[in-house]
């Protein structure tokens, strides 16, 4: 049994162990610091204004809601200057005080077109390659 487990990494078996256990992933602290930095890159880049009629899709790990789905665009209907503030409760939430600068619309599961607000800083412009 010990051949059997030299050619798996002290890693990899804690990892199948945490999964066994009901946890979804385990990631080493090198990569949990790599994608906290790449994150926040993402989060706080500069970017014109979107206008009414753009199309975005959100930022690679960066989709608080729902919906709509990573890849399916929203079209811009108006990015307000002066965010709303959500008005979440509880500052265990991840909406908490979430600024809400962008009004968009998608096509929902139903076919029907809904529009949500969201934090602009969580999109970029669609394109389609």
């Known amino acids: 049994m010990s051949d059997e487990l030299s050619d798996i990494s002290k890693a990899d078996l804690i990892k199948a162990l945490l999964i066994e256990r009901g946890r979804r992933t ?3 602290k090198d990569s949990i610091v790599s994608k906290l930095s790449a994150l926040h890159a993402a989060y706080t880049a500069e970017q014109e204004p979107f206008r009414s009629g753009d199309l975005l899709v959100w930022k690679e790990g960066l989709q608080n809601k729902k919906m709509p789905p990573y890849n399916v665009p929203v079209i811009v209907i108006e990015q307000i200057p002066t965010p709303i503030f959500d ?3 509880s500052s265990g ?3 908490f005080r979430e600024p809400l600068n962008l009004v968009a619309g998608f096509i929902d599961d139903d076919g029907d077109f809904v529009i949500f607000h969201f934090d602009s800083k969580r999109f970029k ?4 390659a």
């Open 125 to 128: 412009k669609y394109s389609e």
């Open 93 to 95: 939430s991840a909406y």
């Open 87 to 89: 008005t979440e409760k």
């Open 26 to 28: 385990v990631v080493d």
